[in-house]
């Protein structure tokens, strides 16, 4: 167990960040307030002086001191940055363009290398493939009939060039509930993830308050 | 006189202030008096535990830290127990991150949690990790899955020093580490997509074993991948870290905020319901439309 901070710096510090997290939360209560808005506007400003003094350092030690060592070749990153930077201005905006279509073809470049196999074949091998029979609990063999029907059904559900009527109107039925199913899986998920954040909150201020020992 | 409202019509018009205090306070009692609610295991987090099982001090393994400080409650006791457990195998670590700027806070925490990782100049006694040569802190690198292709391919070809200015071919723990097939498993903690570019660019390239620790959301979405086999395992943000922590003994944050946890889950539980239940009841008076 670490002790509760006992430098000015780690005090100020944690009170600092007791009576933000309580000057955000004010807004559940009291809606916007002055101290939301100062506590936002605080979060906000480091958020943005973080990333910048870290964007300045990468760009220092990763370009800079490498062209400055003679590797030249990191020039053409400078000047595609610098063309990027062209973007407000209406009349040489063109020029940023370039830039763009450079990073776009990277970008798909290097991703359609994996994509293919870990999230087409891939996918569908983990979806096809059934549980080893020597091994497999029942539940194994309804996750994978449940896969396996739901993935077809869904994707049932997706097909636009089939009007869902007739014969297609049940199996569609079924994959809008099989994919609501899915949805509400990921809203609970999303649920735990926010209680989590309040409670770590609440922890935090439990701590900072002497209430509960340090971490 | 107006009709008397029902207790049906008085909770469809509650304040949700009210309900917010009921969460606030019922996130506070377990943290006072702790519950001790009982706590089943995921096949995903044995998944993890069984693997880094396997591994000795003969292996390197990299922690990528792609989550924030806000994510920490989320995500920091999976990064910490695992670490732990990593530490307890005596397995050689890189961290890094791909993802977020504020990983030296990050990072900071996990040393806070886990004192055997000493820094550079901190004298190490025995068990202890000696900076550079059992693990090693490379900092914030930009570039997302690009940089991560790239590392997968030569990690001398994007890092030429650790976050501390010391030149990557002077760090023992490199000597034997040239690119992703010199890695026995990479360990990404998540908010966002960074587990997927570690599958793309290092297991579907190279073979290299992936773990997730993600917040509740990427669980859900990473589950395909895991069922695929193209992740080891996952953790499911604070509720795997508990898990792990109940499997390695490291008891920590983790087991303290499920307590936490498990009760505003039922609270919320029991809202949605109430709240249902009221709204039909209502709508059925000519009340709610």
Not at chain 1, 185 to 191: A, F, I, K
Request: aromatic share 14%.
């Amino acid at each position: 167990m670490m002790p509760y901070p006992t430098t000015i710096e780690g005090i100020i510090g944690a009170w600092v960040g007791a009576l933000l997290t309580l000057a955000i939360y004010s807004y559940i209560l009291y809606k916007e307030t002055r101290i939301y808005r100062l506590g936002e506007h605080i979060y906000i400003g480091v958020a943005f002086a973080v990333s910048l003094i870290t964007a300045t350092t990468q760009l220092w030690k990763q370009v800079i001191l490498r062209i400055m060592a003679g590797e030249y070749i990191y020039l053409t990153g400078v000047i595609l940055g610098l063309m990027l930077l062209t973007m407000p201005f209406k009349r040489i905006r063109w020029i940023s363009r370039y830039t763009m279509s450079f990073l776009v073809g990277l970008g798909f470049g290097v991703g359609i290398r994996g994509v293919i196999t870990a999230d087409i074949i891939g996918q569908i091998r983990g979806s096809i493939t059934p549980p080893t029979i020597t091994t497999a609990t029942p539940l194994d063999w309804f996750n994978f009939i449940w896969v396996c029907i739901g993935t077809l059904l869904v994707i049932a559900y997706f097909t636009f060039t089939v009007e869902h009527t007739g014969l297609y109107y049940y199996p569609t039925k079924l994959g809008r509930y099989i994919l609501l199913i899915a949805l509400g899986v990921y809203y609970g998920n999303t649920v735990q993830f926010r209680m989590t954040m309040l409670a770590g909150r609440v922890q935090f201020l439990l701590q900072v308050f002497k209430i509960i020992p340090w971490p | 006189m107006g009709e008397v409202p029902t207790i049906w019509e008085k909770i469809s018009a509650l304040d949700k202030r009210i309900l917010y205090w009921a969460l606030f306070l019922s996130l506070i009692i377990p943290y006072l008096r702790p519950l001790g609610l009982p706590l089943s295991i995921a096949e995903t987090t044995y998944a993890v535990y069984n693997f880094i099982n396997k591994l000795g001090p003969e292996h390197t393994v990299v922690v990528g830290i792609h989550s924030g400080v806000s994510a920490w409650p989320e995500c920091l006791p999976g990064l910490v127990v695992v670490t732990k457990h990593l530490v307890q195998r005596g397995v050689k670590l890189i961290f890094w991150s791909i993802g977020y700027v504020d990983v030296d806070l990050t990072m900071d925490a996990i040393k806070t949690r886990v004192p055997q990782l000493k820094g550079p100049g901190e004298i190490a006694g025995p068990g202890d990790y000696k900076y550079g040569i059992n693990w090693v802190y490379m900092g914030y690198i930009a570039g997302g899955e690009p940089t991560s292709a790239q590392l997968a391919d030569d990690i001398r070809a994007v890092l030429r020093a650790d976050k501390y200015g010391n030149l990557i071919d002077t760090l023992p723990i490199f000597s034997n580490v040239r690119n992703a097939r010199d890695i026995a498993l990479v360990v990404t903690s998540d908010t966002g997509d960074y587990g997927w570019y570690y599958v793309r660019q290092w297991t579907m390239r190279y073979g290299t074993p992936v773990a997730e620790i993600g917040i509740a959301m990427i669980y859900s979405e990473f589950m395909p991948y895991y069922r695929a086999g193209l992740a080891i395992g996952m953790l499911k943000g604070v509720r795997g870290a508990a898990e792990y922590e109940k499997l390695t003994g490291f008891l920590g944050e983790a087991t303290v905020a499920m307590d936490a946890m498990n009760i505003s889950h039922i609270l919320t539980i029991l809202a949605i319901i109430i709240a249902n239940i009221s709204y039909f009841m209502t709508r059925r008076k000519g009340g709610a439309k």
